[in-house]
Nanobody
Framework: QVQLVESGGGLVQPGGSLRLSCAAS????????MGWYRQAPGKERELVAR???????NYADSVKGRFTISRDNAKNTVYLQMNSLKPEDTAVYYC???????????????WGKGTQVTVSS
């Protein structure tokens, strides 16, 4: 059984910062890419940022220069540092990992349950 658990969401004023964390646990053999997606009310889920096992990153244009994704492979954890937050960043943020469970020969995409981020004065 594999679980991804997010933490760090909350309410913040415009211009503020938050740091999200997502820890993967369970019977994991290896983890490839990890990332963050978000879904605002009435909108489709969209990519925010991803980081490969080699540390290479890519970001949505809307967050470049404000958000930073990083990972700690020893802890199977991915982080998202969000600075200069804007009201349009308000959404549920979901963690994603492409990983291979122990005992399996294939990889799959796994998702966390999400954490709410609200940017409002």
């Amino acid at each position: 059984q594999v679980q991804l658990v997010e933490s760090g969401g909350g309410l913040v004023q415009p211009g503020g910062s938050l740091r999200l964390s997502c820890a993967a646990s369970g019977n994991i053999f290896s983890i490839n890419g990890m990332g963050w997606y978000r879904q605002a009310p009435g909108k489709e889920r969209e990519l925010v940022a991803r980081i490969g096992s080699d540390g290479r990153t890519n970001y949505a244009d809307s967050v470049k220069g404000r958000f930073t994704i990083s990972r700690d492979n020893a802890k199977n954890t991915v982080y998202l540092q969000m600075n200069s937050l804007k009201p349009e960043d308000t959404a549920v943020y979901y963690c994603n990992a492409n990983l291979r469970p122990r005992g399996s020969f294939t990889t799959g995409n796994y998702w966390g349950k999400g954490t709410q981020v609200t940017v409002s004065s």
